[in-house]
């Protein structure tokens, strides 16, 4: 196993994705949907509130230029049947308002890695990724949405 980089954890985005912060971004409602489990302190998963169902698995890092492999995080999200992201992010120079603890962040590179992995990375800006996690959770909400069967009660 490789050695750290880096003797501390930075937990922008942990600070960046919480409610106080991420309402900057969102409508207030939308803010408090966003849930998230931290699995190895760069591996995050959204999902949802109620149930603990997970929608997307998104591999998180400070961009420092890298590529980023990604094969583990795209054979979980296969055989998980949910999309998977790499976000890469670059601090800002100032602090986060809602967490002075941790530089607030300036922009994300992204590439969606499962299903159809992009071949590139888009450069999207905190309000961009903050909307395209509210637009993901959507879609996979509504593809797990419980369906009544031709054989319910009602039918």
Known sequence: MRTERYETRDRAYGAWHRAPSIRRYLQATQAESLTMADLDSVLFTEYDHGGKLPLA??????????????????????????????????????????????????RFRVKRMWPRPEPGWRVLTPTQWAQALVQIRGWQLRRFEVQQAANDEQY
Request: charged share 20%; no cysteine.
């Open 57 to 106: 698995l998104v591999e998180v890092a400070r961009d420092i230029g890298q590529e980023k492999p990604a094969g583990v995080l795209q054979q979980l999200a296969r055989l998980a049947d949910v999309p998977a992201y790499v976000a890469l992010y670059t601090p800002a120079l100032t602090a986060n308002p809602a967490n002075p603890n941790w530089s607030d962040i300036e």
